[in-house]
């Protein structure tokens, strides 16, 4: 009994194990990356600078990551194998956010911390959903501040 235990556990520790890595971000070349994806990003971004390929399963759904260089600025691109963009995560300077998004972070306590990188998301599905990523530096923590285009918080905080 104590045998058939010890394998029952040990195959329960495998397989958690086997999930996790699927889930997980796999770095890639571009040859290795869908023409679709390449041809879609291409085609949205055609003065930028593909500069890193990466593919990620999550829930069993598999999406490309593309890292641009655009305008100066970093951007990420999520695309799913068929080409269709689904989001892009843009690095933007803290004065380009819109007023209401500085007025929300400036009133909750996290003002007092440093900010250490701002991006604008944007997701492509039936709408186009707008949000800004904050991440504040308070005492040895970093928190993951995510705000509407209208100010409000609508995540809480997620310690790095």
């Given at each position: 009994?104590?045998?058939?235990?010890?394998?029952?556990?040990?195959?329960?520790?495998?397989?958690?194990?086997l999930?996790?890595?699927?889930?997980?971000?796999?770095?890639?070349?571009r040859?290795?990356?869908?023409a679709?994806?390449?041809?879609?990003v291409?085609a949205k971004?055609?003065?930028?600078?593909?500069t890193?390929?990466?593919?990620?399963?999550?829930?069993?759904?598999?999406?490309?990551?593309?890292?641009?260089?655009?305008d100066?600025?970093n951007a990420?691109?999520?695309?799913?194998?068929?080409g269709?963009?689904?989001?892009e995560?843009?690095?933007?300077?803290?004065?380009?956010?819109?007023?209401?998004v500085?007025?929300?972070f400036?009133?909750?306590?996290?003002?007092?911390?440093?900010?250490?990188?701002?991006?604008k998301?944007?997701k492509?599905?039936?709408?186009?959903e707008?949000?800004?990523e904050?991440?504040?530096?308070?005492?040895d923590?970093?928190h993951?501040?995510?705000f509407?285009p209208?100010?409000?918080?609508?995540?809480?905080e997620?310690?790095?």
């Amino acid at each position: 009994m104590k045998t058939r235990m010890l394998v029952t556990v040990a195959m329960i520790t495998a397989l958690t194990a086997l999930n996790a890595k699927a889930d997980e971000e796999q770095k890639l070349k571009r040859s290795e990356v869908p023409a679709a994806v390449i041809k879609a990003v291409s085609a949205k971004y055609p003065k930028a600078k593909m500069t890193g390929f990466s593919r990620e399963t999550e829930d069993g759904v598999t999406k490309y990551e593309v890292q641009l260089q655009l305008d100066g600025a970093n951007a990420d691109v999520d695309v799913s194998p068929q080409g269709k963009i689904l989001e892009e995560e843009r690095t933007i300077p803290f004065d380009s956010l819109p007023p209401a998004v500085k007025k929300g972070f400036a009133s909750s306590h996290y003002a007092k911390g440093k900010v250490e990188k701002v991006e604008k998301s944007t997701k492509f599905g039936n709408t186009v959903e707008i949000s800004y990523e904050l991440l504040v530096r308070l005492g040895d923590k970093t928190h993951e501040l995510l705000f509407s285009p209208a100010g409000k918080r609508i995540q809480g905080e997620d310690e790095k």
